[in-house]
């Protein structure tokens, strides 16, 4: 897959690329990256890739030219791509977003600065706008690398044997059970027994009532979109934890109905 982003500042993009997963899978040709300076296709004498908002008010607005020429130049023919705008206003990024979004052969991912971009590029050219959460970042190139970053794992190849995705937090619709390593007693706290009892049925068992407790305290509102198989609702019922679940979705359910 190829991401391509656009930015103003390339210089952002140097140490994240060179570190774990990322390198790794860059060195392999399992990912392309292309960096573009998106003022590089600034026209007029200055290479001016900003101006003041029509209208007034606080801030810069980026042009519409440059970004429409920076993209075209992205672009690869044949591609099946898709163009992705980071900014605040954007529909939250999920891990379900980084799944669909990995089927596509290029992802273009456009970094706002400033106090947005012209509405007429957004309209013309971008896909999808996306936010990586509720806060305001300086610039979109911290929410691009999240993203690649949440969807290079994802990717055939990438993780190895042992580093799987399967189970991560979110991919199963709960949060991932806690991890142990050595050694087995740390300042007098001791790894859960049942962990050394060969029991896979036991470990597994174990690891589900310790993602949905920790589910229910954390992230309740993910319960909501959970179905759990007649054997793992077993499982929460023995543990007396079904009920909490039911309760905890009826809560989800009526503060959505307020
Ligand atoms: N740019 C500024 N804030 C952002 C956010 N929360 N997500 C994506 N892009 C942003």
Known sequence: ?????LT???????SPLQEGIIRRALNDGKVEVRIHNIREYATDRHRMTDDRPFGGGEGMVMKPEPLAACLQSARTAGLRSRVVLLSPVGQRFTQRTAERLTGYDQLILVCGRYEGVDERFRERYVDEELSIGDYVLTGGELAA?????AMIRLL????GCGESA???SFSCGLLKHRQYTRPRV???????????????????RHRLLESVTLTLQRRPDLLSAMTFT???????RQAGLLAQVE???EAMTSEDLK
């Open 8 to 14: 103003i500042f390339p210089e952002f993009f140097v």
């Open 166 to 168: 399967v189970n991560d």
């Open 186 to 204: 740390f300042e007098g706290m001791a790894v859960p027994d049942v962990l050394f009892s060969g029991d896979h049925a036991a470990v597994a």
């Open 145 to 149: 690398l999240v993203v690649l970053d």
């Open 230 to 236: 007649p054997a793992e609702r077993k499982i929460l």
């Open 247 to 249: 309760a905890a979705v």
């Open 156 to 159: 055939p190849g990438v993780l």
């Open 1 to 5: 897959m190829i991401f391509d982003f």
